[in-house]
């Protein structure tokens, strides 16, 4: 039975929300996130304010995290990334006891009115931020602290650590330790095939490479050769193509920024006459499956994609638990989850004699 000195405008003051949510979580309205709703059904509950049709409500409640890809760029779209991410969140949240939604969200539409609608019917969110660059990175950034209640952790994108829990895989140590690969095997003339699109990672990337080719400078290396390529795979074959078409001499090995780039580049320069791994080395990055399906088969460096996934799940389960938005787990302190790469050797690259 309710007690009759507690009113629902007392638990909106003890939770710090309107009586207008209070109301429509406790009478299984639409208006509000799950969180809020179980918020609300909990306080009701431990102050003797509940009703009937809320603890049905409650009882009925689902577990549900969202996987938002952010769709811009075109990076994530370009390759399996995304969906081997998918099956690591999958994996961890059944196992955690949630069930996954997929939703996108849309550069060309707007950003608050899109979170909104995810986070008013979701426990938290995993956000796939492989496309956000560093000028949408503010907006977003805003969005994510007043726009939504809810837990909020960031895959494949650390531009957002400052302000929100981060997991992503080290891509700056990445392509270092492939540059270095390629001159412990001997090559002295190093090729970088960069994408035109740039994002957070590739910058990264874009790093590790010049700080690879710094550490070895003693060695007398040629400069670098880089080529831009768009990062669509058949796109990229034509920019490559066009470069050796107009007489440029290719290196003795390549860094590509992705595998697709990879790919493309050894279809390209096969189309030429070159012999990969003979003539020009190369060497992807993410290992993703079409490392496997190239003649030659693609030496790349391997990440952990799908514990990006499950990682990411797990930190967002604690927040959920702890009730931590985004802006509170600034309070707290946000954490940055770097996972390391390793090298898989396969077929395009070879030892120089």
């Not at 109301?23 to 059904?41: F, H």
């Amino acid at each position: 039975m309710a007690m009759a000195h507690i009113s629902a405008k007392d638990i909106a003051n003890q939770l710090g929300i309107s009586t207008a949510a209070v109301s429509m979580a406790l009478n299984g309205k639409p208006g509000v996130s799950v969180q809020t709703r179980e918020k609300v059904i909990a306080a009701a509950m431990q102050q003797g304010y509940i009703t009937p049709r809320a603890a049905r409500n409650k009882q009925q409640l689902e577990p549900v995290i969202s996987f938002v890809t952010y769709v811009g760029a075109g990076i994530a779209a370009h390759s399996s990334f995304s969906g081997q991410v998918l099956l690591g969140i999958e994996k961890e949240a059944k196992a955690l006891g949630h069930r996954v939604v997929i939703h996108y969200l849309y550069e060309n539409q707007p950003l608050d009115v899109q979170l909104a609608t995810i986070a008013n019917n979701t426990s938290g969110i995993v956000f796939l931020g492989t496309d956000v660059t560093a000028a949408q990175r503010d907006e977003l950034i805003h969005m994510l602290q007043s726009t939504i209640d809810v837990p909020v952790v960031i895959v494949d994108n650390f531009l957002f650590s400052p302000h929100a829990d981060c997991v992503g895989n080290d891509s700056a140590m990445g392509a270092k330790m492939a540059v270095d690969y390629l001159i412990g095997c001997g090559h002295r003339t190093i090729g970088y095939i960069r994408s035109k699109q740039r994002i957070a990672n590739f910058d990264d990337r874009e790093s590790g490479v010049h700080q690879a080719l710094h550490e070895h400078r003693e060695l007398g290396l040629a400069p670098l050769q880089v080529i831009d390529v768009d990062i669509s795979s058949e796109l990229a074959y034509q920019d490559i193509c066009d470069w050796i078409a107009n007489g440029n001499s290719p290196a003795s090995a390549y860094f590509a920024e992705n595998d697709m780039l990879a790919a493309s580049a050894i279809r390209a320069f096969l189309q030429y006459g070159y012999a990969v791994p003979y003539d020009i080395s190369i060497i992807g990055f993410d290992d993703v499956q079409i490392c496997e399906m190239t003649r030659p088969s693609i030496t790349t460096m391997h990440s952990f994609i799908e514990n990006l996934g499950k990682v990411g799940v797990r930190q967002l389960h604690a927040r959920i638990l702890a009730g931590d938005t985004v802006s509170k787990a600034m309070q707290t302190g946000t954490q940055k989850i770097a996972l390391s790469m390793t090298l898989k050797e396969r077929e395009s690259v070879r030892r120089m004699d």
